[in-house]
């Protein structure tokens, strides 16, 4: 267990509301990403955070927003929400000392529905 | 950016079959390579890695991969695979120059009794 937990679990929203997910570690990584999981798509990056403050655009960004005010939390903000964002969304984490950068560990996921 | 590229979507084995998933990566550099699991209703768990160095590395649960540089490979094997390894198995690659992951697109594995 890596010390990584994302919450809510589950939600079920409308589209066009605001949907805040939050991920939350406890072992102090530097760095912090957001995926996606869709059938047939793999794992797409989000956005990304190396550092309090410090964020950056990943793949399929768009629509997306996040803020990491202080090391143990990133979120992940759907500022309107559409139906194309009904996903598994996973959060991730790497570069805890002693332990390599590029090795990530992964949360619990949430799903989230946009009806 | 570059992409990765499993071949098999959907494998279906015996329990005591041989496995192997194919991973092809397209960056001619120098990368990190990581087989990561994923049970089902699960997240993803980290089979195994390779950064440098002997390139047959064995992870957990009796998987191996091996990174063939010339042919921008890494096939994860398993000798004989059990019922529990029923999963959706992700091969990924990173640059030195960036830690995020690129995934390819996953590989359902089911093993029948």
């Known amino acids: 267990d890596a010390g990584i937990t994302q919450s809510p679990r589950h939600k079920v929203t409308e589209t066009g509301t605001p949907v805040t997910l939050r991920c939350h570690q406890t072992?102090?990584?530097?760095?912090m990403y957001w995926y996606r999981q869709d059938p047939g798509h793999g794992l797409r990056l989000i956005h990304y955070s190396y550092g309090v403050k410090d964020t950056d655009k990943g793949e399929v960004s768009d629509g997306y927003s996040v803020s990491r005010s202080k090391t143990e939390d990133f979120l992940l903000t759907l500022e309107s929400a559409t139906s194309s964002q009904t996903s598994v969304y996973f959060c991730?984490?790497?570069?805890?000392?002693?332990?390599?950068?590029?090795?990530?560990?992964f949360g619990p996921g949430t799903r989230l529905t946009v009806t | 950016a570059q992409s990765v590229s499993q071949h098999n979507h959907h494998v279906i084995l015996s329990e005591a079959a041989s496995l192997e998933l194919g991973c092809n990566y397209s960056y001619g550099g120098t990368v990190n390579l990581f087989w990561y699991v994923q049970y089902p209703g699960q997240h993803l768990q980290l089979l195994l890695k390779?950064?440098?160095?002997?390139?047959l590395v064995k992870g957990i649960k009796g998987f191996e991969a091996e990174f063939i540089k010339s042919k921008f490979s890494f096939n994860l094997r398993k000798p004989s695979v059990q019922w529990s390894d029923t999963a959706e198995y992700f091969c990924?690659?990173?640059?030195?120059?960036?830690?995020?992951?690129?995934f390819g697109k996953g590989t359902s594995l089911l093993v029948t009794p």
């Open positions: 390779y950064f440098s160095g002997d390139p």
């Open positions: 990924a690659v990173n640059e030195p120059s960036g830690y995020a992951l690129n």
């Open positions: 991730a984490i790497s570069g805890r000392q002693g332990v390599s950068s590029y090795e990530q560990y």
């Open positions: 072992e102090n990584h530097r760095y």
